[in-house]
């Protein structure tokens, strides 16, 4: 049996009664009389709860130093420098059994606070692991509630999120703010405005094109007049609901060859066109979607809607797009959307009498606009010159209005048509404006600010509903009970129609058109709910050949 504090054979070894355990007793003396405790259970023990054990006499083995006479020399040579002599030999062996004992005990307490370290750390880590599961477990969990809540948001109706208008919270840039924080004196909404550096980036992209377009060529790979002229419906594509049919509004994202669509069912569509495959549908909107257009290399997605909000809509990696922000700040039916070509900014208008200028990436909107000559007519279309200082708006009082940018104000007036203004489009030479209403077309001359041409295609009944210069200024699409092309000529010359779509929904209203790459397609969006592209058919064989 050995010692339960140096762990040797005891020589002189008691029993403590209380736990039975076996000790050296000079050992569990000392230890008693600096503690006054067991030192393996920790509980209150003296010398009276101590019990002296008879054994026969042990023999210990020689240590190594002893065991020859140059070592037993050595040890006494290390005893006779660290004890004062002169000694006697007795005494030399009570200071070596008190510093064994000295150095048991000290043994003993470090094994103990060493038991104790480990116990700790090992709590420690399991505790740290736990943790760890915990946070990992709410992540999942957190990400998942916004991902639902975000797919709620896009579900729910506006009448269900805002019962109470009048009194709701303005949602703008994605934040809400208290309305009384967002009005001034006079009871409109405070906006930052436009920058000076907003103002410098614009002027600088105004610049470059304007320098580029002195240099810009027709390019070889657009589609010629002879080609043109052979197209015909290559396919049509149902992309939205049977109940509400209709394409109010499409835009094609040359660089990817993808197409979104405005349906009147409230949803706006992503196709694309080289597979035939629908890429994303995006809900979210309550009532039909006037308007869509997309931004930054099709990174972005901006919707206008009759529930008067507009959304800003981002692409994911799963080429879904996911609503990033929800803008309230038309108070009626938001027409028509508009980017700039910076891809950084768009302007809304709204049948409330104001357009809005946006900061794509934050959702903000910097300046909200009103005419300040009193007049009430709200806004139907709204489009960019393409060198982006100018903004041009149709009215539904049959006037065109022309904006500058940097400084909002109304630089001009255009009016001769019959109707509302549905649709309105810049040429890319920069100084020709088409603009559609009831009574057909009309081309401006942005140098001269007059109307020098006219095009009457339909019965007096019938609206002009699309107008549509391509990317190069080589054409112009009109749309209205059919889709006609002209040749874009110059102020003086003929603009020949050199081919004409007859309607195919059966509708009568082909509400939307738009040139593909290098006018290489067309794309007409009617009021049933078929995209339909035209073109010359692939002749891949040689049987077609």
Known sequence: MNCSISGEVPEEPVVAKNSGLLFEKRL???????????PITGESLTMED?????TGKIVKPRPVQAASIPGMLGMFQIVRLSVPCPISFIRICQFVYEEWDGLMLSNFALEQQLHTARQELSHALYQHDAACR??????????????LLAQAERQIPLSFTAPNAANATALSNGKRAAEEDELGPDGKRIRPGISSSIISELTDCNAALSQQRKKRQIPPTLAPIDAVERFTQLNSHPLHRTNKPGILSLDIQYSKDIIVTAGVDSNAVVFDRSSGQIVSTLSGHSKKVTNVKFASEAEFIVTGSADKTVRVWQGSENRNYDCKHILKDHTAEVQAVTVHATDNYFVTASLDSTWCFYDLASGLCLTQVEDTSGSSEGYTSAA?????????????????KIWDVKSQANVARFDGHIGAVTAISFSENGYFLATAAQDGVKLWDLRKLRNFRTFSPYE??????????????????????DVRVYQVANVKSDWNCIKTFPDLSGTGKATCVKFGPDAKYIAVGSMDRNLRIFGLPEEDGPSEA
């Open 28 to 38: 569990i003396e000392r230890h008693i009389l600096d503690y006054g405790k067991c």
């Open 50 to 54: 101590v019990v002296p054990i008879k």
């Open 134 to 147: 915990v946070i990992a477990r709410l992540k999942k969990e957190r990400d998942e509630a916004r991902s």
């Open 384 to 400: 960019f010159h393409p060198d982006g200082l100018i903004l041009g708006t149709g009215t539904t009082g049959a006037i065109v």
């Open 460 to 481: 007096e009944n019938t609206p002009t509903q699309s107008v549509e210069f391509d990317h190069s200024g080589s054409y112009l699409a009109i749309g209205g009970s």
